[in-house]
């Protein structure tokens, strides 16, 4: 199993075997390595010896992969530090009106379009019009269009958060799916996505991820 067709099935609903299996593979394109895992199956994309990784999570193949433990021996081993692990989400189908008027803007200064802008390439930017919330859209792992949204302190509490999230997929070109990385304890923008009908696919930790 190659990372790429991991992705394609996972975007279709297609979950792995739940057979504890932890699979090897080389690290993608642009990252040091990459962590996925999900119901009792794992898989390591780094450019290290496959026996080195079963010999470390041997003791418990279904938790290790994504423990502390592992994640630290694997840093040590590509030289890169993990990043947080977060909960991965594909979208549903595009809804046939965005729901919430957007203007597409140059990428500019923003926290949330800075971080986009360090891992993902062509990325896309799009605000409100009164510029309280924004959705940056971008090429991330293995090519895969990735999404965040970010709403201003001040219009918070009133849905907007969702309302981006349901509008975001209408914004990828030719209908490709759309996925999204959410820190768990992000316990606000995980309702925002859940509410707008992501679907929960996996966690994932990216190496070199700040």
């Known amino acids: 199993m190659d990372l790429l067709s991991l992705l394609d099935r996972l975007a279709a609903g297609e979950d792995p075997p739940a057979d504890a299996s932890v699979t090897t593979v080389p690290a993608p394109l642009g990252a040091p390595a990459l962590v996925v895992g999900g119901s009792a199956w794992h898989v390591v994309a780094a450019d290290v010896d496959p026996v080195w990784v079963a010999a470390q999570v041997a003791s418990d193949p279904i938790a290790a992969p994504l423990g502390a433990r592992f994640l630290t021996a694997l840093a040590d081993e590509v030289g890169v530090e993990p990043g947080v692990i977060d909960s991965v989400l594909v979208a549903p189908p595009a809804p046939a009106s965005p729901g919430v ?52 302190p001040a219009a918070r509490g009133r849905g907007l958060g969702t309302a981006l999230a349901a509008a975001a997929p209408a914004l990828v070109p030719g209908g490709a799916p759309l996925w999204a990385q959410v820190a768990p304890a992000n316990t606000a923008s995980l309702r925002s996505f859940l509410a707008a009908g992501y679907r929960p696919v996996c966690a994932e930790t990216l190496f070199g991820s700040a």
């Open 101 to 152: 008027e957007l203007v597409e803007v140059e990428p500019f200064g923003h926290p949330r379009v800075e971080r986009a802008l360090t891992h993902r390439t062509g990325v896309r930017v799009w605000t409100t019009p009164d510029a309280s919330a924004l959705i940056s859209l971008g090429r991330g792992v293995c090519g895969r269009w990735e999404v965040s949204t970010e709403v201003d």
